[in-house]
């Protein structure tokens, strides 16, 4: 997976601001020519992958649910917070992840009970509790203002999940309508859980598969701020 990531991020290089492909609404060339990079190496390496841009490929007994390049809109404006995410699941559920921001290098790593890192340093969610002293970031806008210190909706959500695990985010949803892929979200839920964080969906629909389902996932750095933010997204 560091491998498929460190492709990804080569293989981008003189694609951005090229703008939309014209295959598939909201798909970008830079999204084309990471994946290609990306699949190449994890089902060269014996893994199935599931990808958001090319669905399905390979043979194996693990799967890697792969986005290319998550925050591709960021990416191709210049805007310096996009990712690839990668994660690997078994018969048991989420094994690991990889999540790299390739504006910046920073690499966030997790293996199924072993904890997570960035950049190879332990990290912890954090320790807030109440949502009025919270920074939550959200997928989309929240309709109306939920008592939260203050909000940031960035565009990446594997990315939004690891600043959850490493505690720069208190907390992260989706707002109104907005719906995640288990590629948008795996990689960064496997971190933020290792991290201490707490992992829910929404309408209580499982988040571990290897589909393109859409879920309403929720990470918070604590189980009571995790509670307080499900109060406000799910009242009218």
């Given at each position: 997976?560091?491998?498929?990531?460190?492709?990804?991020?080569?293989?981008?290089?003189?694609?951005?601001?090229?703008?939309?492909?014209?295959?598939?609404?909201s798909?970008?060339?830079?999204?084309?020519?990471?994946?290609?990079?990306?699949?190449?190496?994890?089902?060269?390496?014996?893994?199935?992958?599931?990808?958001?841009?090319?669905?399905?490929?390979?043979?194996?007994?693990?799967?890697?649910?792969?986005?290319?390049?998550?925050?591709s809109?960021?990416?191709?404006?210049?805007?310096?917070?996009?990712?690839?995410?990668a994660?690997?699941?078994?018969?048991?559920?989420?094994?690991?992840?990889?999540?790299?921001?390739?504006?910046?290098?920073?690499?966030?790593?997790?293996?199924?009970?072993?904890?997570?890192?960035?950049?190879?340093v332990?990290?912890?969610?954090?320790?807030?509790?109440?949502?009025?002293?919270?920074?939550?970031?959200?997928?989309?806008?929240?309709?109306?203002?939920?008592?939260?210190?203050?909000?940031?909706?960035?565009?990446?959500?594997?990315?939004?999940?690891?600043?959850?695990?490493d505690?720069?985010?208190?907390?992260?949803?989706?707002?109104?309508?907005?719906?995640?892929?288990?590629?948008?979200?795996?990689?960064?839920?496997?971190?933020?859980?290792?991290?201490?964080?707490?992992?829910?969906?929404?309408?209580?629909?499982?988040?571990?598969?290897?589909?393109?389902?859409?879920?309403?996932?929720?990470?918070?750095?604590?189980?009571?701020?995790?509670?307080?933010?499900?109060?406000?997204?799910?009242?009218?």
């Open positions: 997976m560091r491998q498929a990531a460190a492709a990804a991020g080569a293989a981008i290089e003189g694609q951005q601001g090229r703008g939309f492909s014209g295959e598939r609404d798909q970008y060339f830079l999204d084309l020519t990471a994946d290609k990079a990306a699949v190449e190496i994890l089902v060269g390496g014996g893994l199935r992958v599931l990808s958001e841009e090319s669905g399905p490929s390979g043979s194996g007994p693990l799967v890697c649910v792969l986005d290319p390049i998550d925050g809109t960021n990416c191709d404006r210049g805007i310096p917070f996009f990712s690839t995410s994660c690997v699941l078994d018969d048991q559920g989420m094994r690991c992840a990889v999540v790299v921001n390739h504006a910046t290098g920073t690499r966030y790593e997790a293996v199924r009970g072993g904890g997570a890192t960035r950049d190879g332990p990290i912890r969610a954090s320790g807030v509790h109440v949502l009025a002293d919270a920074i939550i970031g959200f997928s989309g806008l929240p309709a109306r203002y939920g008592g939260w210190a203050q909000f940031r909706a960035l565009g990446s959500a594997s990315l939004e999940m690891c600043a959850v695990a505690g720069s985010l208190d907390g992260y949803t989706v707002a109104a309508h907005s719906r995640l892929s288990p590629w948008d979200y795996l990689g960064g839920m496997l971190i933020a859980l290792e991290a201490g964080a707490t992992v829910i969906d929404l309408d209580g629909a499982p988040l571990i598969e290897a589909s393109g389902a859409r879920r309403r996932p929720l990470a918070a750095g604590t189980a009571a701020l995790a509670e307080e933010l499900l109060s406000f997204c799910m009242s009218p």
